[in-house]
C-alpha cells in the first residue's frame, strides 16, 4: 500500500469515499462540489472546516449543570449531524475509542465532556501533546484511579494502558515498566474538577523503565513511551485502521510510522498525506470498513437531510451498541464485525426503516431533495450514486428498480428505493 | 324533497307561526319553562338528560366591541402578540378586512348581531349517539335570515351542488322554516332565533316545546337550576355545566380519570383536596369571564358531599390559620391545605389497596428521620394543616450561583407544642443532611456541609456544598442551599439558607401577627399566586439552556427554539400575576378559580 501519492482516477466513487473516512459522508451537493473542486481543493477544504456553531457551546456550558450524560451525547450527535466540523468530529471519536473513559466509572459528565472537548482540540495536533494532556485529564485520572496512585501503594491502572492501549501495545513492555511507570505517576489526583499533583504522595525514588534509571516524574514517564519505536508504530496502525483499512499491514504500518515521525508527530500533517495516498484510495481500502453505530446514523442524516432529534440519535446508537461516553471497556468498542449481530442488525433495520417511513422525527426526510428531484425513471441511478457510488450487483440492482416501479406513487418510490439501498449489507460498509 | 344530500327536505314559509321572538321571551315563556323559573331559552327546550350545556350570552359584547376591547387591545399591543403578529401573514385588522370581502360584511359586528340576544349549546344522548343543539338569537331578524341563506348558499358552493336549491327552506318543523345538510345538520329559524342540531329528533323536540311550552326540560333539573341561579348574577363571556353522574351512568370509561383524581394520593399531596375532589363531582360548572386586563376562570364541582374526599377538605367557613403574613413581593405566594393526619386517618377509604403500602413504608421511613418517633401519632398532629409557601429569588454563596438558577422556596408551618415537636422536627432536618450525605459519598458526590448560626437569636440550620472550583462550572446542585429554624411555634424550612433567614427577621419583627385558630382575618381557601416577571425572568436566565434543550431533545432548527423561549419569557412579561385559589363553598361545593392579571 505504502505512502506514496494518490494518482488514480478521482471520480465520485472516490470523492465519497474521501468524504466518508475523513468525516462522515456528504449530502448530494456536497459531492458533487467535492467532484468539482478536485482532490487537492477538497482535502484543503476538509482541513479547514473546524469551527462549529458558538451558540451549541454556550448552550450546552449552561446544559452540563444538570450532571447528565444525556445531554452531551444528544451534543454530539447533533455536532456531527450539524456536519460544520467533520474531521474534527471524526477524529474526536477516533480518540475517544482509542482513550477509552465511561461515564459510568467518572460520573461526571463536565469532566467527560472536557475529555471529548480536548480531542476536539487537540485531536489533530501533535500526539505527543496529546497524550500527555491526556494522562493529566482529570476524567481519565478517574477512570483508571489515577487518583488513588499513591507512593508506597501504586495503581498500575494508568501506567498499564499508556503501555498497553495508548502508546506501545501488548508486546512492547515488560511487566516491571508498568510498575515503575506507576511509581512515576504517583501523585496525581483531582481537586473540584482539576487535575493536581500531591507531592506528598509521590515517590521520590529511582525508577527503571525501558532500561534508564533516574527519578522519574510522570512526565518523563510519558516521554519514555514516545520515544519507544513501537510507540509511532501503534499510533500509525490506529490512523490506519481508523482510515484505511481495520488490518493494516506491518509494511504499511511501518511506513506510516516514520511519516508520523516525520511530520512531528502532528496528526492533522500525516492525515494530510494518508488521505492523498495511494493506499487510501487502493480498492482494498474502499469499503473495508464495517460502520460503526454512530458513523451509520450520521452518514445517513448528512446524506439524506435527514434531522431527528439528536437525543434519538444518541439513544438509537446505545440500541445498536455504541452509547457515546460509554465504552464497555478502557478497550473501546471492539468494532468491526463484532457491531454486527442479529440485535444490533435488527435495531439498525428498524431504525433506517422508521426514519424512511417518518416515524423517527414526525416527518420522512425529503428524500426527492436528497437525490436531486431526479424522477421516477432516474430515481434508482440518482439514490445510488448518492448512497453506493461505488457499485452494487446487478440482481440487487433489479431489485431496487422493482420496487420504484410497484410504488404507489414518486414519494412511495423514494422512500422504498431509500429503505431498500439503507438496510442493504454493503450500505453498512464504510 | 333531497336536493343536496340525502337528508334535504322541504321548507314552509316563516310567516304561518307567530313570532318565535314572542315565544321565547322571558314574559311569554312557555308554561314548562317558565315553571322551571321562567327562563324560556335553550335550557327549555333540550331534553332534562342533557349532558352539556353551555351558555355563551357574554360572546356578542366582545364581538360587538371587537379589536377595540380593552383586553383585546392589551393583547394586541403587547411585545408576545407582536412577535407573534411578525410572523404571520396578516394583521388581525387585515384579516377582517379579507373576512368583509369574502362574506360581503363586516365579520365581527354580523356575528355579534347574530347572537346578540343569546348563544347556547346543548348535548345529550338520542337513540345511543351525541347529539347537539345550538342556539343563536339575534335582534335583527331579517339579517339573521340573510346571513343563514347566503351561508348556506357557499355550502352548496364548496360541495359543489345547486346554489338554488338552498334559496328556499327545504321543509318544515312546526312551522318554523328549516334546512337540511344531508344526515348531519338541521337548521330551523324563526324570527331571529337559529337553531342548529345534527339530530333531526332532537330539533323537533326543542321546536315542540318552544311551540308548545310543555314537558320536561333541562330547567326541571335542579342540579342546573341551582348551578345556573348563581352564575346569572355575574357577567361572564362563557358559562358550561357538564353533569359528570348522568355521564358516567351513560359511559364510565369518559369519567375514568377523572374520577380517579379523588382517589389519587399524588393529586391529595401534590394538588390539594379542593382540585383532588373535583374527582368526586356529580356536575360541575366552569366560568370564563373577561375585564380590561384580567381573565377568569372558575370550575365549581357540586355532589362531593358524602365522599371520603371531603373529609380532608377545610372546614365549612373558617378562616386559615395563616402561618406568615401575606405580602405581594418575591416571584410566588402561596397558601395551602394539607390535613395530613386526615389523609392517614381516611388512606384505607380515599387511596386504592395498592398504594397503602406505601404509606406504611413513607411512616417507616419518616420514622428513620425522627429518631423512632411515630409521626401519625406524635409530629403531624402537630403540624397546623395550612402551609405558607413563599418563593423568591435567593442570594446565593460567592463564587456558587449555579450555571441554571432556580428560585428557592421555602414553608412556614405552626407547630403545637412547639417546644417538643420543634426540635424533632430540627433533627430530622439534620438527619435528611446525615442520609443525602451518605449516598451522595457512595456515588463519589460532593458533601453537604451543616451550619448552625444565630439570626435574630434564632438558631438557623443550614447546609451548603463545597464552592466549586473556580472556572469549574456551577452544577444544578447548587440551586439546593437546604435550611432551617424554629421561630416561635412556626417551623420554616427552606431550599436556600438566605430566603429562611428573611423569613426569620420578619417573623421575628411582627410578620408572624395571624392567628392560630382563624379567629383573626385570614382567607378561607388556598391560593397561588405567581408573579409574571419573575416567570420571565427565570427563563431569560435559562434561555440558552433551554434552547439547546429543544435542540437536543426535539430536534428544533436552533431559530426556531429560540423563537419560542422567547415567546415564552414574553408570556411571562405579558401576565402581571397567575392566581389559582380554591374555595369550599358550602359541605357540597368546592371552587376552583384561575385568574390570569395582564401587566397595564
Known amino acids: 500500500m505504502g505512502s506514496a501519492a494518490f494518482t488514480g482516477v478521482y471520480d465520485q466513487a472516490a470523492a465519497a469515499h474521501l468524504l466518508r473516512r475523513a468525516g462522515f459522508g456528504a449530502s448530494r451537493e456536497h459531492l458533487a462540489r467535492a467532484l468539482e473542486l478536485g482532490l487537492d481543493k477538497t482535502l484543503a477544504e476538509v482541513f479547514a472546516q473546524r469551527e462549529h456553531d458558538d451558540s451549541m457551546r454556550v448552550g450546552m456550558e449552561r446544559l452540563l449543570a444538570l450532571e447528565k450524560v444525556e445531554p452531551v451525547q444528544a451534543h454530539w450527535m447533533a455536532l456531527l449531524i450539524a456536519n460544520r466540523a467533520p474531521l474534527v468530529e471524526r477524529v474526536a471519536l477516533m480518540w475517544h475509542n482509542h482513550f477509552a473513559t465511561s461515564f459510568d466509572k467518572v460520573l461526571d459528565s463536565r469532566l467527560m465532556f472536557g475529555q471529548i472537548e480536548l480531542f476536539r482540540a487537540q485531536g489533530l495536533g501533535d500526539f505527543r501533546v496529546l497524550l500527555h494532556s491526556v494522562a493529566r485529564d482529570p476524567a481519565m485520572l478517574l477512570w483508571l484511579d489515577g487518583d488513588q496512585n499513591r507512593s508506597g501503594q501504586p495503581n498500575e491502572n494508568f501506567a498499564r494502558e499508556v503501555m498497553e492501549l495508548f502508546g506501545l501495545g501488548i508486546g512492547n513492555y515488560t511487566e516491571q515498566d508498568v510498575s515503575e511507570a506507576a511509581r512515576a505517576f504517583t501523585g496525581w489526583g483531582v481537586d473540584k474538577r482539576q487535575a493536581k499533583f500531591r507531592g506528598q504522595y509521590h515517590d521520590g525514588g529511582e525508577k527503571r523503565i525501558f532500561g534508564q534509571r533516574a527519578n522519574f516524574a510522570g512526565e518523563e514517564a510519558i516521554d519514555l513511551v514516545l520515544s519507544q519505536p513501537a510507540c509511532s508504530r501503534h499510533i500509525a496502525r490506529r490512523l490506519l485502521s481508523e482510515f ?176 431498500l439501498i439503507l438496510t442493504a449489507p454493503e450500505a453498512h460498509l464504510i | 324533497m333531497r336536493l343536496f344530500l340525502p337528508a334535504l327536505a322541504c321548507a314552509l314559509s316563516i310567516g304561518s307561526i307567530p313570532s318565535a321572538r314572542s315565544l321565547i321571551a322571558p314574559q311569554s315563556a312557555p308554561q314548562a319553562s317558565a315553571g322551571a323559573g321562567g327562563e324560556a331559552d335553550l335550557a327549555g327546550l333540550v331534553d332534562a338528560s342533557a349532558l352539556v350545556y353551555v351558555d355563551l350570552a357574554g360572546v356578542a359584547p366582545v364581538l360587538k366591541e371587537g379589536l377595540g376591547h380593552p383586553l383585546i387591545e392589551r393583547l394586541l399591543d403587547s411585545d408576545l402578540v407582536q412577535t407573534l403578529l411578525a410572523q404571520a ?42 347529539a347537539y343543539l345550538l342556539a343563536a338569537r339575534g335582534s335583527d331578524a331579517g339579517l339573521t335570515r340573510q346571513v343563514l341563506e347566503e351561508v348556506l348558499s357557499m355550502v352548496a358552493e364548496e360541495h359543489g351542488a345547486d346554489v338554488d336549491s338552498f334559496s328556499e327552506p327545504h321543509g318544515s318543523v312546526r312551522g318554523l322554516d328549516t334546512w337540511y345538510l344531508g344526515d348531519e345538520f338541521a337548521l330551523s329559524i324563526a324570527d331571529g332565533l337559529l337553531l342548529i342540531s345534527n339530530d333531526e329528533g332532537m330539533l323537533r323536540d326543542a321546536i315542540d316545546r318552544l311551540i308548545d311550552g310543555q314537558g320536561t326540560s333541562l330547567l326541571d333539573n335542579e342540579g342546573f337550576r341551582s348551578a345556573r341561579r348563581e352564575h346569572r348574577q355575574v357577567a361572564q363571556l362563557a358559562w358550561s355545566w357538564v353533569d359528570i353522574d348522568a355521564l358516567e351512568a351513560l359511559d364510565a370509561s369518559a369519567t375514568q380519570d377523572l374520577r380517579s383524581l379523588a382517589r389519587s394520593a399524588p393529586a391529595h399531596f401534590l394538588f390539594g383536596p379542593a382540585i383532588a375532589s373535583i374527582g368526586a363531582a356529580g356536575q360541575t360548572t366552569l366560568a370564563l369571564r373577561l375585564a380590561d386586563t384580567r381573565i377568569e376562570l372558575v370550575l365549581e364541582a357540586a355532589g362531593i358531599e358524602g365522599d371520603p374526599a371531603a373529609r380532608v377538605l377545610p372546614k365549612i367557613g373558617a378562616a386559615a390559620a395563616q402561618p406568615f403574613a401575606p405580602s405581594a413581593e418575591g416571584a410566588a405566594r402561596g397558601l395551602f391545605y394539607r390535613d395530613l393526619v386526615g389523609l392517614f386517618q381516611n388512606r384505607t377509604e380515599l387511596f386504592p389497596a395498592a398504594v397503602l403500602p406505601q404509606f406504611a413504608e413513607v411512616t417507616s421511613n419518616l420514622a428513620l428521620f425522627f429518631g423512632g418517633a411515630d409521626i401519625s401519632d406524635e409530629v403531624l398532629p402537630a403540624l397546623s394543616p395550612w402551609i405558607d409557601l413563599v418563593v423568591d429569588e435567593p442570594l446565593f454563596l460567592d463564587g456558587a450561583v449555579p450555571d441554571l438558577p432556580l428560585p428557592g422556596a421555602a414553608l412556614v408551618v405552626l407547630v403545637d407544642n412547639a417546644s417538643k415537636v420543634g426540635p424533632l422536627l430540627v433533627g430530622a432536618f ?101 408573579a409574571g416577571s419573575a416567570f420571565a425572568k427565570v427563563i431569560r436566565a435559562n434561555a440558552a439552556a433551554l434552547e439547546l434543550n429543544a435542540v437536543l431533545e426535539e430536534g428544533k432548527d436552533p431559530e426556531v427554539a429560540r423563537g419560542e423561549i422567547e415567546a415564552l419569557a414574553l408570556v411571562g412579561e405579558l401576565v402581571q400575576q397567575l392566581t389559582l385559589s380554591t374555595k369550599r363553598l358550602d359541605s357540597d361545593r368546592v371552587r376552583v378559580a384561575l385568574v390570569l392579571d395582564l401587566a397595564e
Open chain 2, 89 to 130: 401573514p396578516m394583521t388581525p385588522e387585515e384579516a377582517l378586512s379579507l373576512g368583509q370581502v369574502l362574506f360581503g360584511r363586516p365579520v365581527l359586528p354580523t356575528l355579534a348581531a347574530l347572537t346578540d340576544e343569546g348563544l347556547e349549546f346543548a348535548l345529550g344522548i338520542k337513540r345511543g349517539e351525541p
Open chain 1, 244 to 419: 484505511v483499512v481495520p488490518d493494516p499491514d506491518a509494511a504499511d504500518v511501518e511506513a506510516w510510522a516514520e511519516v508520523l515521525r516525520d511530520e512531528d508527530w502532528n496528526v492533522a500533517r500525516t492525515l494530510r498525506r494518508l488521505l492523498a495516498s495511494q493506499g487510501f484510495f487502493s480498492a482494498k481500502a474502499r469499503r473495508a470498513r464495517i460502520a460503526g453505530p454512530v458513523e451509520l446514523l450520521t452518514s445517513v442524516c448528512i446524506a439524506l437531510g435527514a434531522r431527528p432529534a439528536p437525543s434519538q440519535l444518541a439513544r438509537a446508537a446505545a440500541s445498536m451498541g455504541q452509547a457515546l461516553l460509554r465504552p464497555p471497556s478502557v478497550k473501546g468498542w471492539d468494532g468491526g464485525r463484532t457491531w454486527i449481530h442479529a440485535g444490533s442488525w435488527l435495531a439498525r433495520h428498524e431504525f433506517l426503516s422508521g426514519l424512511m417511513r417518518g416515524e423517527i422525527s414526525g416527518s420522512p426526510p425529503d428524500l426527492a431533495a436528497a437525490f436531486g428531484n431526479p424522477g421516477r425513471d432516474k430515481l434508482v441511478e440518482s439514490a445510488l450514486s448518492l448512497l453506493l457510488p461505488d457499485g452494487v450487483p446487478i440482481p440487487f440492482r433489479e431489485t431496487i428498480e422493482a420496487a420504484s416501479r410497484d410504488a404507489l406513487d414518486d414519494e412511495d418510490a423514494a422512500r422504498r428505493v431509500a429503505t
Open chain 2, 430 to 530: 439534620q438527619t435528611a443532611i446525615g442520609i443525602i450525605n451518605v449516598q451522595g459519598a457512595q456515588e463519589m458526590q460532593p458533601q453537604l456541609l451543616l451550619n448552625l448560626e444565630l439570626v435574630e437569636g434564632v438558631t438557623l440550620t443550614s447546609a451548603h456544598f463545597p464552592l466549586p472550583g473556580q472556572g469549574q462550572g456551577v452544577d444544578m446542585r447548587y440551586n439546593l442551599e437546604p435550611a432551617c429554624a424554629l421561630v416561635g411555634d412556626r417551623f420554616v424550612l427552606g431550599s436556600h439558607r438566605s430566603l429562611v433567614a428573611e423569613l426569620v427577621r420578619r417573623l421575628k419583627g411582627g410578620a408572624a401577627d395571624l392567628g392560630r385558630d382563624g379567629a383573626t382575618a385570614g382567607p378561607s381557601g388556598e391560593r397561588l399566586r405567581i
